[in-house]
């Protein structure tokens, strides 16, 4: 297997503007790279969602992306409160989400649903007070 | 019949805040304002109809590949929200109908 194609950022936790930027760039290097667009559009959105929890829950974190011969990988980490009850938070609906995030269209309890509808593998390691690993796989053949 | 999106503006009378795509090709319409339930709905070529203005919205229509967005209730949009539209290639529409008139006008117009 060559070396995988490797994308790296750091997703602020100040702001929500700035969310979305990583995912922008990947959609756009996927692109460039020639997959399809369902293939980038299931990654871009995952991905998306997986910041702007960074963003919401855990005051930022790191993403990486590498793209694999079958398969793009997308590794999200942060340093936040971790997740309790995965179960629970996967379900649809649930959100520990405050108001004000709520106002502009986010927390809706759907992101880790539409993170597992949108790849093909998902794994969550997380542990209280310390942070939380969530790994995605989208098979590209 | 397929429309473009710059036929969409003129025989809907939109208003064109960001029109970088004109010649995209609608496959159909999707309205909601919950972002993660639009992430999860609406389909690549759709038009999406909501009330929600914020830069995220940009972000939205450009990871789900919407042909465009139309925001309903002439709601006010920022500047900064238009800037990202351009930036990111999104057909930015609005209009003052609401999202149910604006339903009603795509299929109307035969989508
Ligand atoms: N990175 C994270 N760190 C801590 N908690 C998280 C993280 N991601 C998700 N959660 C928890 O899981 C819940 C459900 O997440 P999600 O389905 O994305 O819904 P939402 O973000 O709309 O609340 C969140 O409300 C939060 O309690
Ligand atoms: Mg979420």
Redesign the interface.
Known sequence: MSEPYRMNFTVDGEN??S??DA??RV?KALRQLGFS??II?RV??AM??GE?NMVIHAGGGRAEVSVFDDYIEIVLEDDGPGIADIELAMQEGFSTAPEQVRA???G????L??MK?YTDEMTIDTEVMKGTRITMRVKTV | MSKTVSELVSELGLEALALTEGERELKGGFTGDLLSYVMAHLRSDEAWITIMTNVNVIAVASLTDAACVIVADGAEVDTEVVQSAVQRGVNLLRSNASAFELCKGLAQIGL
């Open positions: 929500f503007t969310a979305g995912s922008g959609k667009p369902e559009r871009s959105i998306y969602e702007i502009i269209g986010f809706a309890g759907m992101g649903p539409n509808r």
